[in-house]
């Protein structure tokens, strides 16, 4: 398949989705999301455009591949749910009925069913059990992407790390703002509260952040616990604050 300039690798990185996925399937039932597109564009890198930062400080290429993994699931070969993303039978014939990607484009464009008698990949097992398992109790991913978790569903395992990436980070010691990884950033668990927070001493002024998950972009929320969504704004009179971050509702507070 021939590209222009102005095309992006987000149909291979969706096609790497999804070959990632009958990996796991083979000796897993699925993964959690920010992994799954974590390794996508591992195995597909972001060109120069695609890792331009967006307003809330995203990569170009990281927003525009979660936004087109509904496809996969609205394809049918594909299920998210709070356990994480799991590849469904069909989207295991998928990868043998397409296994480039122009033919996988042309299929997911046009939105064409796997050909009848496709077999699955060699040595995966079947997947319909879990993914029919996942389904059922699990929105679909637009649902699920796009909303905060209920309260009710608050889940005994946390992130390994959260960090409060903003403008800011450089008043937290960070050596540049809107950067994720750096250990200054990083919020800490409160057991009791079960809540991530961080207190800091800040200028005032007005601010604007987003939670990023695991020292990276793949899996951020803004406001209101929205996955990718705009940017938390505070007006700070100045002094200090304590930022609270709940993963159950994926929302923050301040005081």
Do not use: C
């Amino acid at each position: 398949m021939v590209k222009t300039k102005a095309q992006d690798g987000t149909t291979q990185r969706l096609k790497a989705v999804l070959d990632v996925l009958a990996d796991q399937a083979k000796g897993a039932a699925g993964g959690p999301g920010s992994a799954v597109l974590a390794e996508a564009i591992a195995r597909v890198p972001l060109n120069e455009r695609e890792s331009e930062l967006l307003s809330g400080g995203v990569p170009r290429g990281f927003k525009a591949l979660t936004i087109a993994s509904a496809k996969l699931v609205k394809a049918g070969w594909m299920v998210k749910g709070r356990s994480g993303w799991t590849i469904t039978e069909e989207g295991l014939r998928a990868t043998v009925a397409f296994p480039d990607e122009e033919s996988f484009a042309s299929a997911l464009a046009a939105g064409a069913a796997v050909p009848a008698g496709t077999p699955l990949p060699a040595a995966a097992g079947p997947a319909d059990e879990a993914a029919a398992a996942a389904g059922a109790d699990t929105a679909p991913a637009t649902a699920e992407d796009q909303a905060p978790a209920r309260a009710s569903d608050q889940a005994s395992d946390q992130p390994a790390a959260v960090a409060i990436a903003g403008n800011f980070g450089s008043h937290l010691g960070a050596a540049e703002d809107w950067a994720p990884h750096f250990d200054e950033v990083q919020m800490v668990f409160d057991q009791d509260e079960k809540v991530w927070k961080i207190t800091t001493d800040l200028p005032a002024g007005a601010y604007s952040y987003k939670v990023a998950i695991d020292r990276s972009w793949v899996e951020n929320y803004g406001a209101f616990g929205v996955r990718d969504g705009s940017d938390h704004e505070l007006h700070h009179p100045g002094g200090q604050v304590t930022f609270r971050y709940n993963h159950a509702t994926k929302d923050v507070s301040t005081s």
